[in-house]
């Protein structure tokens, strides 16, 4: 009797140790989603003040030397 008793908590023990890693996972995928969203944000706000400066260089007719 002892020895099944061990199998069935050795396997609970490891269905709950899988489940403490699988939301591990899940909660740094979502921190990595957010970075990558702030992440773009602020590429695409670099882009377009590189762009307005751009449109501002060519409107007065500056070059960069």
């Known amino acids: 009797m002892f020895w099944p008793m061990l199998a069935i908590a050795l396997g609970f023990l490891g269905i709950a140790v ?27 706000r670099a882009a377009e003040d590189l762009e307005k400066a751009a449109t501002e260089m060519a409107r007065t007719g500056e070059t960069l030397r």
């Open 18 to 44: 899988l489940g403490v890693l699988a939301i591990r996972v899940f909660v740094e995928a979502q921190r990595l989603g957010h970075e990558v969203a702030r992440t773009t944000e602020r590429i695409n």
